[in-house]
């Protein structure tokens, strides 16, 4: 009995943050960078080595812990259409086209 309430309670705690996911795909199948906020203002960016291209399409998860953060996801150096979108606990909030280059942006309640 103690263990199940035990796994009851960090099931809770782990589900108390917000997770967002982030997309990114192009015609051309890779982008030369790919950047993404993490939580309390961090960045995350690959390739991390320089001449690397990132397979697309592509994604990541993040849980955002704390509230009113922005989520932003950019990649640039895609050849042709490229698109992004930011998915917030499984609904899209946020989309966007553009030409080699693209950057989505949803804040985090």
Same mark, same amino acid.
């Given at each position: 009995? @103690?263990?199940? &309430?035990?796994?009851? @309670?960090?099931? *809770? +705690?782990? #589900?108390?943050?917000?997770? @967002?996911?982030?997309? *990114?795909?192009?015609? %051309?199948?890779?982008? =030369? *960078?790919?950047?993404?906020?993490? %939580?309390?203002?961090?960045?995350?960016? *690959?390739? !991390?080595? =320089? #001449?690397?291209?990132?397979?697309?399409?592509?994604?990541?998860? @993040?849980? +955002?812990?704390?509230?009113?953060? &922005?989520?932003?996801?950019?990649? %640039?150096?895609?050849?042709?259409?490229?698109? $992004? !979108?930011? +998915? /917030?606990?499984? !609904?899209?909030?946020?989309?966007?086209? #553009?030409? =080699? %280059?693209? /950057? $989505?942006?949803? /804040?985090?309640?």
């Amino acid at each position: 009995m @103690v263990v199940v &309430v035990a796994l009851t @309670v960090a099931i *809770i +705690f782990v #589900g108390g943050g917000r997770k @967002v996911r982030y997309e *990114i795909e192009s015609v %051309d199948g890779n982008a =030369q *960078i790919i950047s993404w906020a993490t %939580d309390n203002g961090g960045v995350s960016r *690959i390739p !991390r080595t =320089q #001449g690397q291209k990132v397979e697309t399409p592509w994604s990541a998860t @993040v849980t +955002f812990q704390a509230a009113d953060q &922005v989520a932003a996801v950019a990649t %640039d150096g895609a050849t042709g259409k490229v698109s $992004c !979108r930011i +998915f /917030l606990n499984g !609904r899209q909030v946020a989309e966007s086209t #553009g030409r =080699q %280059d693209v /950057l $989505c942006q949803a /804040l985090v309640p």
